[in-house]
C-alpha cells in the first residue's frame, strides 16, 4: 500500500515536499514513480526513481525544479519541488510495479499499485 502526502497551497516560486510511503511490503524492491493530474486535463508522469535510487527520470516539464530521492530505510520516496508554477497544480499520485524499471516507459505501463493522491495548488 502507498500513501501520498505533502501538498498544500503555495504561491508560484515557493516549494513543497512530498512523500510516499510504502506499508506492507519492502518499498526498496520497487521503482517509485509520481505523477499528477490536473483538472481537465489527462494523467503526466513527473518522475521516477529506481529500486536502489541510482537512477531517476524526469519530465521535461519538470527537470531542473523537481528531485526525487527515496529513503528505503524508512520505506519512503520524496519529490521535492521548488519554483513552482501555476501550471505544476495537480494531484499528484504515486505508483509502483515491481515487473517495470524506472524510465521514460515507465509512465506508459498500467502500474498495479497506486497511493490516493496529494493535491498541490500554486497561486499566481
Known amino acids: 500500500q502507498l500513501q501520498a502526502s505533502g501538498g498544500g497551497l503555495v504561491q508560484a516560486g515557493g516549494s513543497l515536499r512530498l512523500s510516499c510511503a510504502g506499508s506492507?511490503?519492502?518499498?526498496?524492491?520497487?521503482?517509485i514513480g509520481w505523477f499528477r493530474q490536473a483538472p481537465g486535463k489527462g494523467r503526466e508522469g513527473v518522475s521516477c526513481?529506481?529500486?536502489?535510487?541510482?537512477?531517476?527520470y524526469y519530465a521535461d516539464s519538470v527537470k531542473g525544479r523537481f528531485t526525487i530521492s527515496r529513503d528505503n530505510a524508512n520505506k519512503t520516496v520524496y519529490l521535492q519541488m521548488n519554483s513552482l508554477k501555476p501550471e505544476d497544480t495537480a494531484v499528484y499520485y504515486c505508483?509502483?510495479?515491481?515487473?517495470?524499471?524506472?524510465?521514460?516507459?515507465?509512465?506508459?505501463?498500467?502500474?498495479?499499485?497506486w497511493g490516493q493522491g496529494t493535491q498541490v495548488t500554486v497561486s499566481s
Open positions: 505508483a509502483t510495479d515491481e515487473r517495470y524499471s524506472c524510465g521514460p516507459a515507465f509512465f506508459h505501463y498500467g502500474l498495479d499499485y
Open positions: 506492507g511490503f519492502t518499498l526498496d524492491y520497487y521503482p
Open positions: 526513481v529506481s529500486r536502489g535510487g541510482g537512477s531517476t
